[in-house]
């Protein structure tokens, strides 16, 4: 049975980051956050491995795909497909500035075209029971007035999506990197204040820059749910507090070394399924951020976990040294 879908605290969709294995190990930490995967686009699944990008573990739960694309018909299939791997929603990208990503015409110069989106959004409403998302800026180049940012929500709004989640940030399409665009443009925080003022019935996620529990409850006194994005990767014990301070769960967290015990057989079961033990320990390299001894779980790890004679114990010796 999938775990109710809450969308109070949700971990952002992160390229080359929030894979599989990611996932799985920052479900040890919270229960109860809502995790979505990488952007998979639709040339992905429904012309490569589908079912290697969209496989994962029911302990990920609650889980939803994020999608890339633009084309009605092409979302719409491959919302169809997904359907059958058990996700609890389906997200849309309007938001990401790479390069690769405009070529493809989806991400976020599709905030140049709402009608596109709708029409996108629509077709994938159809194709599915779940509920349809989408993530997206504040605006985009010379597109990011208020006004321009309100018509583009209330158009897609119209097709019956009512949940967004919103990157307090405008893209620059043309002169920043990725990595550019998630610092270099201010974030406006008050104007997704005032987007869910003035759309009081939609639902209102707001993520960008968002590191410490008093900025989150800060933003949960205006809008609906915050999602946060690298401060989860890079200090994912940052989450333990989840749980218990947002949605009133009793049970007490893990400690760090214990999560690193719990994590052991997945590993060992991935690892027997040829998985390199780096692409697993990569993601838990924050684990033991600002305690004593993170520096030397890190190097060992860094050191070891990637030779292709790497075996299992590297991770048990790295706690160790943790001490």
């Not at 997200?91 to 709708?118: H, I």
Request: hydrophobic content about 40%; charged content about 25%; overall charge negative.
């Amino acid at each position: 049975m999938k775990p109710e879908l809450d969308r109070t605290i949700s971990i952002a969709p992160m390229m080359d980051w929030t894979d599989r294995h990611d996932r799985y190990f920052l479900r040890l930490i919270t229960k109860r956050a809502l995790l979505y995967t990488e952007m998979v686009t639709t040339g992905a699944i429904l012309f490569g491995d589908a079912d290697r990008f969209l496989r994962f573990d029911p302990a990920e739960q609650p889980l939803a795909l994020q999608l890339g694309g633009s084309d009605p018909d092409a979302l719409a299939k491959c919302c169809k497909i997904a359907e059958s791997y058990d996700y609890q929603e389906i997200n849309l990208n309007v938001g990401c500035p790479s390069d690769r990503v405009q070529n493809g015409r989806f991400g976020a110069c599709l905030m140049a075209e709402p009608e596109t989106v709708a029409a996108a959004v629509s077709a994938m409403q159809d194709a599915t029971s779940l509920p349809v998302t989408v993530k997206t800026r504040i605006g985009i180049d010379d597109l990011d007035s208020y006004d321009y940012f309100a018509d583009f929500i209330g158009r897609i709004a119209e097709t019956g999506v009512s949940t967004f989640i919103v990157h307090a940030r405008k893209a620059w399409l043309t002169g920043l990197s990725p990595k550019e665009n998630r610092t270099i443009p201010p974030l406006d925080y008050d104007r997704v204040y005032r987007l869910k003022t003035e759309f009081s019935d939609l639902e209102i996620i707001i993520n960008g820059g968002i590191t410490s529990h008093d900025e989150i409850e800060a933003h949960l006194a205006r809008v609906d749910g915050v999602m946060v994005g690298r401060e989860a990767y890079q200090n994912p014990y940052f989450l333990a507090e989840i749980d218990q301070r947002y949605y009133g769960v009793d049970d007490e967290t893990p400690e760090r070394r214990e999560i690193v015990e719990q994590m052991l057989p997945y590993v060992a079961r991935e690892m027997a399924a040829g998985v390199p033990l780096n692409s697993i320990t990569r993601h838990m390299l924050g684990l033991f951020q600002g305690r004593p001894g993170a520096r030397a779980w890190r190097r060992h790890l860094s050191e070891n976990a990637h030779k292709k004679d790497a075996e299992i114990h590297i991770l048990t010796d790295a706690a160790t040294r943790s001490r």
